[in-house]
């Protein structure tokens, strides 16, 4: 079993930065994807960026490249998405997600709620 416990949501004015956490207990990481999805209101969750344990490898949704970056810091057993030039349309609850792919998403952490106000 893995937990995951985020962070770092808030309400914020369009144009703004917000770094969100997600601390990861449980079990070792490596070999698993972690990724950031989200759920807008009356929209399906979508996938927004993961990063490769092992290798670092990252992967973006077209929607947020170039403006969010995902990182991971090993030794905390902690992802991080720093999301810059917020829209409001990247108004969601973002959920961290641990998976054996990124097809494949097993653990999921509560969510933590962004608003971007125009």
């Known amino acids: 079993q893995v937990q995951l416990v985020e962070a770092g949501g808030g309400l914020v004015q369009a144009g703004a930065s917000l770094r969100l956490s997600c601390a990861a207990s449980?079990?070792?990481?490596?070999?698993?994807?972690m990724g950031w999805f989200r759920q807008a209101p009356g929209k399906e969750r979508e996938f927004v960026a993961a990063?490769?344990?092992?290798?670092?490898?990252?992967n973006y949704a077209d929607s947020v490249r170039g403006r969010f970056t995902i990182s991971r810091d090993n030794a905390k057993s902690t992802v991080y998405l720093q999301m810059n030039s917020l829209k409001p349309e990247d108004t969601a609850i973002y959920y961290c997600?641990?998976?054996?792919?990124?097809?494949?998403?097993?653990?999921w952490g509560q969510g933590t709620q962004v608003t971007v106000s125009s």
């Open positions: 997600a641990v998976g054996i792919s990124l097809n494949k998403w097993n653990y």
């Open positions: 449980g079990r070792t990481l490596r070999g698993y994807e």
């Open positions: 990063i490769s344990w092992q290798l670092g490898s990252t």
